[in-house]
């Protein structure tokens, strides 16, 4: 790779830009992480933060379709290029292509931008073609690159909507499963553009603690369909004083329904102990441990990685005295042939109700079998529903992941259904609509015990439309401006 020599000449937002895009492909960081980092390091605030932003996540959504086009204007392979100058071309290329810059400026800049970090030549070669790339808009490219929609519309939709064909194929898949081979076809572009789309911001109240109303006070928007939540139209949310306070917090509207559903879903018998199996970073914690509270029942958060379940401590925080004191780490051994150290009976602590936070193994639980009345299991998965807010997850995900994460899936669900006292329920949710990682994988356990029973979720989510035959519940963000949430209901019988 040619030599990084000063930035000074290039703009600070376009450099902040590509330090993202490098730190991506090279040390597999989460842009969503990293960019807020970044911002306040340079001072970028305001306009510019923002043009940063739609710089880095645009470009790396976008990246598939760019990268087709750039590898039309390049006469050797786009493996031979520069990195950096090929990441450098992508942020030109989105500005070129999807933002409202001045030609001359988006190229004009971006030779900068590669100057600054390699060489003359490189620039050079960054300028002609960033000019090919200019030569046609976004729409006369991709008629021009893109594989025939009717011969092979699954090549065309991941050429011209930038996601890799084995997602593209998977949406599709659950989309037919979900809602039929019709609807399937008219709507995986609309799926696929939503993934593009800039999400909005959702806050979420911590029931108990803070009501919407205070929300819409400070100028958010009171949602559709969870009665927890307000859109907030622009800002930090972090500068407002609820969420500061920890009385509420942000989380996407279809993690608040699964939530819910989970809450109302109607129980004989005891209520009083629920378990949140994998809870970190505790966004689902805080909303299920108000709505326990109310009811006068006890929440234990469970969460494997110790960082995290110190994370739903931090979620936990707007309840102080609720959440008790902590017997700190039981067998958070990521390690899956470990022993099983089932000495403590975690339940112990929280059958006084209120809210506990452990770091344990769900597979190996530290807790009695049948302890439970209500059980989520937020279970590990590929977060292809989350595309939209993870902009170089589409990139990183291989098929190769769901075979490990489905074991791990199966696994996580016999024991939560292991968990739950005979009657008592368990939500199994994931956010991706993969049908491996989740219709499968619930039909799978289902199949190979005699105890479970499966319970229609859509009534648990009223006023909630497109909810397909059930009894599952699948969200999608086209439809429902939400993550591609998956709830299944069981009941142990
Ligand atoms: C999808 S996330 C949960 C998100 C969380 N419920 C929320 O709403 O903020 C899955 C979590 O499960 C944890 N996890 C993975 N394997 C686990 C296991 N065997 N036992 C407990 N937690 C596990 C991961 O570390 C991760 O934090």
Redesign the pocket.
């Known amino acids: 790779m040619a030599p990084r020599t000063s930035t000074s000449t290039a703009d600070q937002a376009r450099a902040a830009a590509l330090e993202v895009l490098e730190a991506v492909r090279t040390r597999d960081a989460y842009a969503n992480l990293l960019l807020p980092r970044l911002l306040r390091d340079r001072g970028l605030s305001g306009r510019d933060a923002a043009f940063t932003t739609e710089l880095s996540y645009g470009t790396l959504r976008g990246l598939g379709t760019y990268d087709a086009i750039i590898a039309a204007c390049v006469d050797r392979d786009l493996d031979a290029v520069d990195p950096v100058v090929l990441d450098a071309l992508r942020i030109g290329a989105h500005q070129l292509l999807a933002m409202d810059v001045p030609p001359h400026a988006a190229v004009s800049t971006t030779v900068d931008l590669v100057r600054s970090v390699s060489n003359e030549g490189a620039s050079r070669f960054a300028n002609a073609i960033l000019r090919r790339v200019g030569q046609g808009d976004l729409q006369e490219w991709i008629k021009r690159i893109a594989p025939n929609a009717q011969d092979d519309p699954e090549g065309f939709l991941s050429v011209s909507r930038s996601h890799p064909r084995w997602i593209v194929s998977a949406f599709w898949d659950s989309l037919q499963a979900h809602r039929g081979a019709q609807r399937a076809h008219q709507d995986i572009g609309e799926l696929l553009d939503a993934d593009n789309a800039r999400p909005g911001v959702t806050l979420v109240t911590r029931p108990g603690l803070a009501q919407v109303g205070e929300l819409t006070d400070l100028g958010a928007l009171a949602a559709r369909y969870s009665p927890y939540a307000a859109y907030l139209a622009g800002g930090d949310p972090g500068a407002l004083a609820p969420v500061r306070d920890g009385r509420a917090g942000v989380?996407d509207e279809g993690?608040q329904l699964v939530?819910t559903a989970l809450a109302l879903a109607p129980l004989e018998g005891r209520d009083e102990q629920w378990l949140?199996?994998?809870?970190?970073?505790?966004?689902?914690?805080?909303?299920l441990a108000g709505l326990a509270l109310e009811r006068g029942a006890s929440l234990l958060a469970?969460?494997?990685?110790p960082h995290?379940a110190e994370?739903?401590r931090r979620?936990l925080r707007g309840y102080g005295d609720r959440v008790v004191g902590t017997a700190d780490t039981h067998t958070a051994e990521?390690d899956?042939n470990a022993d099983a150290d089932t000495d403590t009976d975690a339940t112990d602590a929280v059958r006084t109700g209120s809210l506990q936070v452990i770091?344990?193994?769900?597979?190996?639980?530290p807790w009695q079998p049948g302890s439970f009345d209500r059980v989520?299991l937020?279970?590990?998965?590929t977060?292809l529903g989350a595309l939209r807010r993870r902009p170089e997850s589409r990139w990183r995900r291989t098929p190769e992941d769901l075979e490990r994460l489905t074991r791990?899936q199966r696994?996580?669900l016999s024991?939560a259904l292991d968990s739950v006292r005979t009657g008592g329920l368990v939500a199994y949710?994931?956010?991706s609509p993969h049908l491996e990682e989740t219709r499968d994988v619930v039909r799978q356990v289902v199949k190979a015990r005699r105890d479970v029973e499966r319970v229609d979720a859509r009534p648990l989510l009223p006023g909630v439309p497109d909810l397909g035959g059930g009894p599952d519940v699948q969200l999608w963000p086209h439809l429902h401006g939400t993550d591609a949430m998956y709830l299944a209901l069981l009941r142990r019988s």
């Not at 469970?302 to 990685?305: F, K, P, R, T």
Request: with cysteine; proline share 4%; hydrophobic share 45%.
């Open positions: 989380q993690s939530a949140d199996m994998c809870a970190g970073p505790g966004g689902k914690a805080a909303l469970n969460e494997i990685a995290r994370l739903v979620a990521v899956e770091a344990a193994d769900g597979i190996r639980a989520m937020d279970a590990p998965c977060g791990v696994r996580l024991s949710v994931t956010c």
